[in-house]
């Protein structure tokens, strides 16, 4: 595999998702929200919650990236793939001197690198900002820590890789970006059950949870790249996708 | 696909006519690599076509036009054909140099910075062609390539074809265009499903029937049709107020026709040598396979 090829075809499709005015609200809005939206809401709520709540709360919080990672990547990948069906363009590039892996890899790139760009930014905007709203609580900086840093390090590509790879096969049989979407987003809901599940206190997002979490999803990851590349065929592309 | 034996020589321009259905894309997409055959053995430049090792050897020699042209449309017409240059390795300098010889001699050079979106179905054919050609490719797939165009552009397309042609590029063209394969293509194939016939437009024409004789007479009646058939041996079909006369050698036939036609008590009218055409050829071809 020529990584060379996969990047030529990453960089045309970030190019072309700059041009696209709903991926650059996608990639800016969510990761604006979280970063600035949660520490208002810490702002709010911090004052009525005890030092001891304050960071089972903030680490919900940092969950919050998870779920951008699941999802961000699914607005990228699905519009790459689908769009790709749409502008009937599949031929001619499939035509080209190019592998079936390294047009797969180049599609994940571009799927990839900006969301989780746009994430890590975000995440630095937000460690800040809750770190100014809880510091006269708290007495200390709370970010960076063990857990905000496996969310950011190990879950959010792994989520990301997971996401792209679930916008493989689910782009596969969709004619629409958008249908392709609503279906790619199915697989933030257990992230979101997580979510929920560590608010009402059930389950605690601490070390030892996020690393379970961690390897439930590389398995997941795993499956799906079989899965994913499978359907990733050349022939399997031009006369079932088309 | 069955029956499909052919081969084309360096430099010639093979055309594929076909009705819809008859298989020529699905033959273009086979050599081009795109999907896989069942049975059989092709190869392209000492390439074997099925063999994983030759199949991205194929796809650097070619450059195709396929039906559905299919554009980035938010890219630029440039950034289309850098995009397709840089996947086929072509150096930058070279790259540039091609996009800018071929958007000219293409007419649509202006246009290098319009997103590809915005480009007229003309444009967007034209552009394809300069794309299939951006890494100057020895062997060139088309299909279909003036299909759905107004009458200007199809005639720029078709010169570029035949530019191309005295470049010594092998060009393989798939079209329902009988004109368009009579005026560029050096051989032609009929098919349907499996190769009914190949041949230059010449020698498909000869193989359907011979040269016919219409003969317009002031008045046709049953009886001057009997006569003539007592007195010439050839097949003899009636039109209107013409004679149809089937004839092998007409500078030798046509003079004993008319002075039987004379002494026959015909009055002639006017006297045509009918040859038939390609699309006489291609209908007959393709019905008698119905």
Redesign the interface.
Same mark, same amino acid.
């Given at each position: 595999m020529r990584i060379s090829k996969a990047w030529i075809v990453a960089a045309k499709d970030m190019r072309v998702f700059l041009r696209k005015r709903y991926a650059i609200y996608s990639l800016v809005l969510f990761p604006l929200i979280v970063s600035i939206g949660l520490p208002l809401v810490l702002r709010l709520v911090g004052a009525r919650l005890s030092s001891t709540q304050l960071p089972i709360r903030m680490n919900a919080f940092s969950f919050f990236y998870l779920i951008g990672a699941a999802t961000l990547p699914i607005l990228l990948a699905s519009y790459s793939l689908v769009g790709e069906k749409i502008e009937k363009s599949l031929e001619p590039l499939l035509a080209t001197p190019i592998t079936d892996s390294e047009l797969l890899l180049g599609k994940s790139i571009a799927a990839f690198i900006p969301p989780v760009a746009a994430l890590y930014i975000s995440s630095i905007v937000f460690m800040v900002l809750a770190n100014l709203v809880t510091h006269n609580t708290l007495g200390y900086l709370y970010f960076p820590n063990w857990t905000i840093g496996l969310i950011l390090l190990l879950l959010t590509p792994l989520c990301a890789i997971l996401s792209i790879e679930w916008s493989v096969i689910v782009s596969s049989r969709a004619s629409d970006p958008r249908a392709a979407q609503m279906q790619g987003l199915f697989i933030a809901l257990p992230l979101l059950a997580i979510y929920v599940t560590s608010e009402v206190g059930a389950i605690s997002l601490d070390t030892k949870t996020l690393l379970i979490i961690s390897a439930i999803i590389l398995a997941a990851d795993i499956i799906l790249f079989f899965l994913s590349t499978k359907i990733f065929q050349r022939e399997e592309i031009l006369t079932k996708w088309t | 696909m069955e029956g499909l034996t052919f081969q084309v020589e360096d430099g010639e321009v093979f055309g594929f006519l076909g009705p819809n259905g008859a298989g020529k894309t699905t033959t273009i =997409?086979m050599l081009?690599? @795109? #999907?896989?055959k069942t049975s059989g053995e092709a190869k392209i430049a000492d390439y074997q076509i099925g063999k994983a090792a030759d199949s @991205?050897?194929i =796809?650097?020699i #070619?450059g @195709?036009v396929?039906?559905?042209?299919?554009? +980035?449309?938010? @890219?630029s017409a440039f950034?289309n054909l850098d995009? +397709?240059g840089?996947? +086929?390795?072509c150096p930058e300098g070279r790259r540039r140099e091609n996009i800018e010889r071929f958007l000219k001699m293409l007419g649509i050079w202006e246009k290098k910075d319009a997103r590809a979106g915005s480009l007229s179905k003309g444009m967007k054919q034209k552009l $394809?062609l300069a =794309? $299939?050609l951006v890494h100057e490719p020895k062997i060139l797939f088309m299909d279909e390539p003036t299909a759905n165009l107004d009458p200007e552009s199809a005639k720029t397309v078709r010169d570029f074809i035949l530019e191309l042609k005295k470049q010594g590029r092998t060009i393989f063209l798939n079209t329902h265009n009988l004109d368009e394969a009579q005026r560029v293509c050096d051989r032609i194939g009929i098919l349907k499903t499996k190769l009914l016939s190949i041949g230059n437009p010449e020698q498909l024409r000869e193989s359907l029937t011979g040269p016919k004789t219409e003969i317009r007479l002031a008045q046709i009646n049953e009886a001057l049709v009997s006569e003539l058939r007592k007195r010439i041996p050839n097949k003899i079909e009636v039109a209107d107020n013409k004679l149809i006369i089937d004839v092998a050698d007409p500078d030798k036939e046509n003079p004993t026709i008319i002075a039987a036609i004379g002494s026959a008590g015909g009055l002639i009218q006017e006297v045509t040598q009918i040859v038939p055409t390609l699309e006489d050829v291609y209908l007959q071809i393709v019905k008698e396979t119905k």
């Open positions: - | =997409r081009c690599c @795109l #999907i896989s @991205l050897q =796809r650097k #070619i @195709l396929p039906d559905n042209v299919g554009f +980035y449309e938010d @890219l950034e995009f +397709y840089k996947l +086929y390795e $394809a =794309r $299939a």
